[in-house]
């Protein structure tokens, strides 16, 4: 079956430093691939996607790209910064499947 | 864009008594949606997929009888947690499918606590 797998967090960075969250995947077919992320007491909000190979997916200085060569989907920001601090999920949807197979999140704190 | 209204964000309530949430879509048609429990520090679990009109189909593990799921407009659904016990207390999420997107939109999830 489907799988998404993420670096485990809990991540801590200095504002400004560079972000990178990994997450590689197994599925059937082309899944197209989400990072959503997950503010304090709330629900998921997408982030950003990407539904072919080598798309690349942005958002609010937040990148990634879809590698099929690597079966991966890493979340990169080049300064991050305290409003930053969430949770990061990486998910996929593949051929007929109707509902998101998650990562396991990633806790990211950004300290002033 | 899509919305999805989900109510009450927190309850509190005493075990043996049941807890209704509420997740409805604000701009669109849900066929479909799904049901999340999220514990602390823990990835989204797929509970259950409701759809309008029809029987729910749940996950394997999850008990049809403690979480009953109702559909019955394109609109709304509802999870209740029936005789609620400390171990239901988490984090429950919705999500629909937005139709003609490759995305899903999730309302803001509700914490119940039951003491």
């Known amino acids: 079956g489907d799988s998404v797998t993420q670096m485990e967090g809990p991540v801590t960075l200095s504002e400004e430093a560079f972000l990178t969250i990994n997450c590689t995947y197994t599925a059937t077919g082309y899944p197209s691939l989400f990072w959503y992320v997950q503010y304090p007491g709330e629900g998921l909000q997408l982030l950003l996607k990407a539904t072919k190979a080598d798309d690349k997916g942005s958002n609010k200085g937040f990148e990634a790209t879809y590698r099929k060569e690597t079966t991966s989907f890493h979340l990169e920001k080049g300064s991050v910064q305290v409003s930053d601090s969430a949770v990061y999920f990486c998910a996929l949807i593949s051929g007929s499947a109707r509902q998101l197979t998650f990562g396991s999140g990633t806790q990211l704190t950004v300290l002033p | 864009g899509a919305v999805v209204s989900q109510h009450p964000s927190r309850v509190i309530c005493k075990s043996g008594t049941s807890v209704k949430i509420e997740c409805r879509s604000l701009d669109f048609q849900a066929t479909t949606m799904f049901w999340y429990r999220q514990f602390p520090k823990k990835s989204l679990m797929l509970m259950a997929t409701?759809?309008?009109?029809?029987?729910?189909?749940?996950e394997q593990g999850v008990e049809k009888d403690k979480f009953l799921i109702n559909h019955a407009s394109l609109t709304l659904s509802t999870l209740t947690v029936t005789s609620a016990h400390p171990e239901d207390s988490s984090f429950y999420i919705c999500?629909?499918?937005?139709?003609?997107?490759?995305?899903?939109?999730f309302g803001s999830g509700t914490r119940l606590t039951v003491v």
């Open positions: 999500s629909a499918r937005v139709t003609g997107e490759y995305g899903y939109t």
């Open positions: 409701s759809n309008e009109g029809s029987k729910a189909t749940y």
